[in-house]
């Protein structure tokens, strides 16, 4: 029996258009007030969807690294776990305050833009919810409570945090100036594994002399393994974003905004197939310096096969739709992964030690 009755009608194709329109437009940080959200008083929402709290995906983004230069530092060092226990909460809390604050940032420069993209023009600064003297309020005070996280790392770390607040401060004008914003937008969110390795108290970067009768020149190097997690992540990040920057490629050729969507268009997929390569390539290489176990290759090197392989597979780059579903659920199955290895391994070296 046909459950559908003689009342119901084929949607008309501009109804659809609009339909689809309104749908993206509830994306976070745009219109959406769904779910606990709608229980909060109506004057904190506009700032909730600011800072892309509901769905927390945009948290989630900025705290997975951190959490993946915890765990490998964690194994290195061989922690205790009520130590990383307790520098994950530090980090998580850092991780809302600074994720709050990017997002400000990003939206309080790009409103004037983002007025002129239908998918974009809900958000609450382009909608007139808050105003841009409001945002930079936000977006300063939200700045303020990640600083006084930093307070609670050991003593120095606080410095190797100032390059991601330069390329935070930047990514709004890199989709300006270069079609390759998405390595800018990597490099920032990666940079968390140099911060959880410094809150475990590895620090990454290690002065020392060059050798031989060269000793008083002196080289920086970052330890081999976090290099390597470091450089996949941020291939995560490009495949991802990537995907992501596709629902806007039209509008973003029209107000001259630049990305790798921009650049390649149909070609996407074929980058993203090379970059997903030497990311697992890198994952193999981070767990084989370190000795790791058959876990952290199964669940991090596959696991991320899988799942970012998937995406790139079945997304459909022309739907705005469906980049939007893929990218909202298909990077925490990449971020679960790791961090499945990753706690893997640290479960074996603790077990051992």
């Given at each position: 029996m046909n459950s559908k009755t003689s009342d119901e009608k084929p949607r008309p194709a501009n109804e659809t258009a609009d339909f689809q329109n309104n749908a993206l437009a509830q994306q976070y940080g745009?219109?959406?007030?769904?779910?606990?959200?709608?229980?909060?008083?109506?004057?904190?929402?506009?700032?909730?969807?600011?800072?892309?709290?509901?769905?927390?995906?945009a948290l989630f983004l900025i705290y997975f690294p951190h959490f993946f230069g915890i765990i490998l530092a964690a194994i290195i060092?061989?922690?205790?776990?009520?130590?990383?226990?307790?520098?994950?909460?530090?980090?998580?809390?850092?991780?809302?305050?600074?994720?709050?604050?990017?997002?400000?940032?990003?939206?309080?420069?790009?409103?004037?833009?983002?007025?002129s993209i239908p998918r974009t023009s809900k958000r609450p600064i382009p909608r007139g919810a808050i105003t841009p003297r409001a945002a930079f309020t936000f977006t300063a005070t939200q700045a303020v409570g990640a600083a006084l996280f930093l307070l609670l790392l050991p003593p120095g770390s606080a410095i190797y945090a100032v390059p991601n607040i330069i390329g935070t401060f930047y990514y709004p004008w890199a989709k300006r100036h270069t079609n390759f914003a998405q390595?800018?937008?990597?490099?920032?969110?990666?940079?968390?594994?140099?911060?959880?390795?410094c809150?475990?108290?590895?620090?990454?970067?290690?002065?020392?002399?060059?050798?031989?009768?060269?000793?008083?020149?002196?080289?920086?190097?970052?330890?081999?393994?976090?290099?390597?997690?470091?450089?996949?992540?941020?291939?995560?990040?490009?495949?991802?974003?990537?995907?992501?920057?596709?629902?806007?490629?039209k509008d973003d050729i029209k107000v001259g905004l630049k990305s790798i969507a921009v650049l390649l268009r149909d070609w996407t997929k074929l980058l993203l197939w090379l970059l997903l390569s030497c990311m697992i390539a890198?994952?193999?290489?981070?767990?084989?310096?370190?000795?790791?176990?058959?876990?952290?290759?199964?669940?991090?090197g596959g696991g991320s096969l899988l799942s970012l392989g998937a995406m790139i597979a079945n997304?459909?780059?022309?739907?705005?739709?469906?980049?939007?579903?893929?990218?909202r659920y298909g990077f925490w199955l990449a971020g679960g992964a790791i961090a499945g290895g990753l706690l893997s391994e640290y479960a074996t070296v603790v077990l051992a030690f």
């Open positions: 745009g219109g959406h007030a769904g779910g606990w959200v709608g229980r909060l008083p109506s004057s904190w929402v506009p700032y909730v969807q600011l800072a892309r709290l509901s769905p927390p995906a060092l061989r922690s205790p776990i009520l130590q990383v226990v307790r520098v994950s909460l530090i980090m998580l809390g850092g991780s809302f305050f600074f994720s709050n604050a990017a997002h400000g940032w990003n939206d309080l420069i790009d409103a004037p833009i983002d007025k390595l800018v937008l990597g490099f920032c969110l990666a940079w968390g594994i140099v911060m959880g390795s809150a475990m108290g590895l620090k990454p970067f290690t002065g020392g002399p060059f050798g031989g009768s060269n000793a008083w020149k002196q080289s920086f190097w970052i330890e081999p393994s976090t290099m390597c997690l470091f450089l996949a992540s941020i291939l995560w990040t490009v495949i991802y974003d990537s995907i992501y920057a596709h629902q806007d490629v890198l994952l193999y290489t981070c767990g084989s310096l370190l000795n790791m176990g058959l876990a952290f290759h199964v669940l991090a997304v459909e780059l022309k739907d705005s739709a469906s980049c939007w579903w893929w990218f």
